[in-house]
């Protein structure tokens, strides 16, 4: 067991100067699950993409808050139960998504729920990126299918003016059989809830004894949130903190409307309680997950500015897809192959040297006639000068398409596959793929880059940037119309 | 520098075409051995009396062995190329040049194409290694961006185009149906074209052109000694190839309403075969109408028609067999076949076969003028290689 509060631990930096939550666009009526194997459930699921995976949904939960802060991101803590690759760095692929600079770590926390909280207290020892991401499944029909979730939150740790400070942190480890999961199997299993409940009402006491032994106030937490996968463990620790601090229990609802989004939840939480927080309250995130985590903040007189899109506002968008569509979507079943060649494995030397335009979405500007285009080239297309560019970023720029069609024909793992022109608001024109489409689509329709999975050949991922439209108005009430159907 | 008209130097002698067709039953090499053996028969000659081969293959061969073996030619200089859906024009500009330069008396070009060993839908495509950032759309995807840019630029109703691009595929399948080496050989309604199913963006399975097998041949020779071999020569008057940067995806000034690359091709072609109204001087015009709106829009590109207006003019029948300039009254891409790397000498053989009056039932109108135009278009709008020839029956 470890412990440490404000005066012990050593901290490089001083709060959360960023943070983001990203929803993916669909969502899942439980019901309908519980339907397929003649049960009964209430609330929805968030759904990520055919496309979406936790190394993309970390992008795209990251993206804002790193964006014009490349160089003050000290480290990136990657965490997720659903990870892409073993072996492989999955935090890397995140780092170059996000165009940071090369000398820093990049490293997964993982496979377990309890690397989300992890994460952030790494993030907060120096000064790094902690993004909790994670892609939730569980036998077809089964309650973790259900009740699972996908999302990612991103939070940057930092000493230039914080939204929230750190004003405490404390960890207590456990071992015992609650959850488990045979890594790359969705099929978890559970042990009987009370077993659990009981370990974590313990654990809970603990934590709570160790922040005030280190001189935490519990009286003075205006909010708390609760994250870990055993609902009834965590039903029970609200109370018992409730009682304890006399505060107000945040995002007790959150499961309910997005699923429990596993390693992810703890960010979920925390960004829901950082979006209600008002400038000098005193916010308590816990973990329950292997042990007790804590993080104690204090928001500042900056925290109303800091906000990006509240998780609440995300939470009431979204586009109602059907089951089927989702163990499509997922390879719980397989669909009829296309009559067309399979896609080729990207080249790893030749994606290494294109990575710039690959993964982070840069191009060239000509010096002498300063049209953009992508990737950099050597020669200009317009007034054929040759090795005269400067780099150019098109992450997070909006564009507008151009022209685009609709490919019934062409390999897609979602059919069909919907290509477009897309001419940036700063100039450069390109073609990429569109994604997260709701038909009709229009010429002259805003849509933004969106970092996305391709095929998967030989175990390779094809990541690559698409682009999404963006909608700003609430989808037309769904069920008869999916995303991937023409109106 | 400059590049200069050989109008008048080379002419072709012979020409073998087999039919274009789900060839289940037949291999390339036994493709490539029935035009070759038709050109031949054609002009009485022999493989050792042709000086120099080019073979224009898109996907089914590599290298001059894929026609040196299948024809057993022994100790003769034979080269493949490959040019997309200008192959097999390719193929022919090679022949001719070697013959123009006075490099070889006789050479011989032939396109073959083997597309139906593949067992996939549509054309496919060989791809050099990539990072896969390359959007994977299928060739319809590419050429239906045409259709909406054209109604939008233009302000042409949505069933107005529709109604011009459903006249392109009826007016070709009924060439189509009265040629014996079409691949389909069936008039359509219009209803049924209009009917089949959608493949990308506003196009249907009838607005393709069909997937064959298929080769076709040609010899050629000194234009002056063309009529010791034969009373029907043609005579090469322009070979005109642009090949385009690849930059319309990027260049902001590109609208997908026009092929730049044929612009610049037809231009070079009319002056280098001394052209100035290509709509009343030609004969015919074979064209790659590989989708149905390519042909509305290469009928601007050629210069048949004023800008925004082919559409009008496809429905007022000015391109059909009978009209003022029949386009593709051998049945085209769409009814023929296009079989990538026999396409370009194809086209060839049936303005050789207009131009002497040997056309059959499907015969146009208008073969005393002389003149005919093959034109192919490879790659996609915004980034392709264009083709043009001009071909006569008579000297000067």
């Known amino acids: ?487 | 520098m400059g590049q200069h008209s050989l109008s008048d130097r080379v002419a072709i002698i012979s020409m073998g075409c087999t039919r274009f067709a789900e060839h289940f039953d037949k291999s390339a090499d036994e493709l490539a051995v029935d035009a070759v053996r038709e050109a031949l028969d054609g002009a009485d000659l022999t493989s050792d009396d042709i000086d120099a081969f080019w073979l224009g293959t898109y996907v089914s061969g590599i290298s001059g062995m894929a026609l040196a073996r299948p024809l057993k030619l022994v100790g003769k200089p034979v080269t493949r190329v490959e040019n997309m859906c200008a192959t097999g024009s390719e193929a022919l500009r090679a022949a001719v040049h070697a013959v123009a330069c006075g490099a070889v008396d006789v050479a011989m070009a032939v396109g073959v194409e083997k597309l139906k060993d593949t067992g996939y839908a549509g054309l496919i495509s060989p791809r050099t290694q990539d990072d896969g950032t390359r959007v994977n759309t299928s060739a319809p995807a590419n050429f239906s961006l045409l259709a909406p840019a054209y109604k939008n630029r233009y302000g042409v109703a949505p069933d107005e185009f529709r109604a011009a691009m459903t006249h392109v595929a009826w007016k070709n399948h009924a060439n189509g149906a009265l040629n014996p080496r079409a691949q389909f050989r069936r008039e359509l309604s219009k209803e049924a074209i209009e009917r089949s199913p959608a493949v990308a963006g506003e196009l249907g399975v009838l607005d393709c052109s069909g997937v064959a097998d298929g080769a076709a041949a040609a010899i050629v020779t000194r234009a002056q000694d063309a009529r010791r071999y034969t009373d029907t020569p043609l005579y090469i008057k322009a070979l005109s190839l642009v090949t385009g940067d690849g930059s319309g995806a990027a260049d902001p000034r590109y609208d997908y309403t026009s092929f730049p690359e044929v612009v610049e091709c037809a231009g070079r072609a009319y002056v280098e075969a001394g052209i100035t109204d290509p709509r009343s001087e030609l004969a015919l015009a074979e064209v790659h109408d590989c989708f149905t709106p390519t042909e509305i829009v290469l009928m601007e590109d050629l210069g048949f028609a004023r800008r925004g207006n082919a559409w009008r003019e496809v429905l007022a029948g000015v391109y059909d067999r009978d009209g003022d300039l029949p386009v593709n009254p051998d049945g085209g891409l769409k009814s023929f076949g296009h079989p990538v790397g026999a396409s370009g000498l194809r086209m060839i053989y049936e303005c050789w076969l207009q131009l002497w009056g040997q056309a059959g039932p499907r015969q146009v109108g208008t073969a005393h003028r002389g003149l005919a135009l093959t034109q192919n278009l490879g790659g996609a709008p915004g980034e392709c290689v264009c083709f043009i020839s001009i071909v006569g029956s008579k000297l000067g």
């Open chain 1, 1 to 487: 067991m470890t412990a440490s509060a404000n005066e012990t631990a050593v901290h490089h930096s001083s709060g959360i100067v960023g943070y983001h939550a990203h929803l993916p666009a669909y969502r899942l009526d439980r019901g309908e699950i519980a339907a397929a194997v003649g049960a009964s459930s209430r609330g929805t699921r968030c759904v990520a993409g055919y496309d979406e995976d936790t190394t993309t949904l970390a992008v795209a939960a990251a993206l804002p808050v790193v964006s014009r802060r490349e160089s003050a991101v000290g480290s990136i803590w990657l965490a997720t139960t659903d990870p892409v690759y073993a072996d492989k760095t999955n935090a890397t692929t995140v780092h170059a998504a996000l165009d940071l600079p090369p000398g820093i770590v990049a490293a997964d926390l993982g496979a377990a729920v309890r690397s989300g909280i992890v994460a952030l207290l790494a993030a907060a020892r120096d000064g790094g990126l902690a993004v909790l991401s994670d892609r939730r499944g569980g036998s077809v029909g089964g309650t973790d299918e259900r009740d699972g979730g996908d999302a990612a939150a991103a939070f940057l740790f930092g000493d230039q003016a914080p939204l929230a400070l750190v004003t405490g942190t404390a960890s207590v480890t456990a071992e015992f059989i609650d959850r488990w999961r045979a890594p790359g199997t969705p099929e978890g299993g559970a042990w009987e809830e009370r077993f659990g409940e009981q370990r974590y009402a313990e654990l809970t006491r603990h934590l709570l004894s160790t922040l005030t032994g280190a001189g935490l106030d519990l009286i003075g937490i205006s909010r708390f949130a609760i994250a870990g996968i055993n609902a009834r463990a965590v039903r029970t620790v609200a109370g018992t903190v409730r009682k304890a601090t006399g505060a107000a229990l945040e995002g007790g609802d959150l499961v309910g409307l997005l699923g429990n989004a596993g390693a992810a939840q703890a960010g979920l939480a925390l960004a829901d309680l950082l979006d209600a927080a008002n400038p000098g309250e005193t916010l308590l995130l816990i973990s329950l997950a292997d042990g007790a985590d804590a993080l104690v903040l204090r928001a500042t007189d900056a925290i109303a500015d800091g906000r990006g899109d509240p998780l609440r506002a995300q939470a009431a968008r979204g586009v109602t897809i059907g089951y089927p569509q989702y163990l499509l979507w997922r390879g719980r079943v397989a669909g009829e192959r296309s009559r067309r060649p399979d896609p080729d494995r990207p080249s790893a030397p030749f994606a290494w040297r294109n990575r710039r335009y690959k993964l982070s979405m840069a191009g060239g500007q000509c010096r002498k006639c300063a049209a953009l285009q992508f990737p950099l080239p050597r020669v200009c297309y317009q007034c054929h000068a040759i090795d005269e560019f400067d780099s150019v970023s098109a992450s997070g720029q909006t564009a507008r398409i151009v022209t685009f069609t609709v490919d019934r024909l062409a390999f897609s793992p979602s059919p069909p596959l919907i290509s477009a022109i897309i001419e940036f608001e700063q100039g450069g024109r390109l073609q990429c793929e569109l994604t997260d489409v709701r038909l009709p689509l229009r010429v002259g329709d805003p849509v933004i880059p969106s970092f996305r999975r391709g095929a998967t050949v030989d175990g390779i991922h094809n990541y690559l940037w698409k682009a999404r439209p963006v909608y700003q108005e609430a989808p037309a009430p769904s069920g008869d119309a999916g995303p991937e159907r023409e109106n």
